[in-house]
């Protein structure tokens, strides 16, 4: 029950944040924008015409299921972004229980440290787990509604969402231990976000000639699976999307869950070094 509360409480400091408040802003008004703006258009009782911000799509048997489309467009559009609020509002968690005087009343208590840290681990990640559901479930029933589209696909995508960001985090974790550092943590994160990823996942496509060297791909592959994959990741995430519309005639391949697992192994990873870190420090 410790392990539980201190889970309860650390996703409960993380709901309370400025920025998880910004987070949970801009997911309902990417709702009310999809609320108001989202048409069907029907003719002789069947669905005709799919309008989103005023955008007319023709619904028909090219079209395997129009939600998807408005799933691509909003959910995948706004993805990386809330990912990275959701950092920005968790943070500043592990280096603000590492804290002298905080981790002092922590380590008094009867729990170990592993279970310390996990549980702050497992908090941050239910903050993010939950703040998703609003918005993924929030999308689930307007569209449903207003389309009369069912798609549960979205409700997948929210749990590999969740699991993303568990990935990120545990690497997240590693960096907070380390450093004890917020600044620290949000530099990295968001280079690996939105620079390092891409850049591991496709250097040889760029035309630099040292890039191009044996040295480097072998550095290249190291960081590859040692990182979390997240260009990949979010591909199979709206790759889902992608083949329930018009585009999905183009996606040969299925879902690839390899992106996936490495990225657990990965979390898994940086988790036990950022433990054997907090097991060996003195407070």
């Known amino acids: 029950m410790k392990l539980l509360t201190i889970v309860w409480n650390t996703a409960y400091e993380s709901l309370k ?81 590492l ?34 559901l609003y918005f993924f479930l929030g999308m689930f029933l307007i569209v449903g509604l207003k389309t009369g589209f069912w798609n549960p696909s979205v409700l997948y995508v929210w749990g590999l969402g969740v699991f993303f960001f568990a990935g990120v985090y545990a690497m997240a974790t590693f960096l907070a231990v380390l450093s004890r550092s917020i600044g620290v943590v949000l530099i990295f994160v968001y280079l690996h976000l939105f620079i390092l990823s891409d850049v591991i996942e496709s250097y040889q496509e760029f035309p630099i000639a040292f890039l191009q060297t044996k040295s480097a791909e072998v550095v290249f592959t190291v960081l590859h699976y040692l990182l979390p994959q997240v260009q990949s990741m979010l591909a199979q995430m709206m790759g889902i999307f992608e083949r329930q519309t018009m585009v999905g005639g183009m996606v040969e391949n299925g879902f690839d869950f390899m992106p996936f697992v490495f990225s657990l192994l990965s979390g898994v990873f940086f988790f036990l070094i950022a433990y054997l870190k907090f097991r060996q420090s003195d407070y």
């Open 99 to 132: 804290k002298r005087g905080t981790i002092d009343i922590y380590l008094s208590k009867p729990i170990s440290r592993l279970h310390l840290l996990f549980s702050k681990y497992l908090g941050a990640v239910s903050a993010i787990g939950i703040a998703l």
């Open 17 to 97: 944040r400025v920025t998880m408040l910004i987070f949970l802003g801009i997911g309902t008004l990417i709702m009310l924008a999809v609320l108001f703006g989202l048409r069907v258009d029907y003719v002789d009782g069947r669905p005709d015409t799919l309008i989103l911000f005023g955008n007319a799509l023709p619904i028909d048997d090219a079209f395997i299921d129009p939600s998807a489309y408005i799933y691509l467009f909003t959910i995948g559009g706004s993805l990386m972004g809330m990912m990275l609020f959701g950092m920005i509002a968790t943070a500043g968690i592990i280096p603000s229980f």
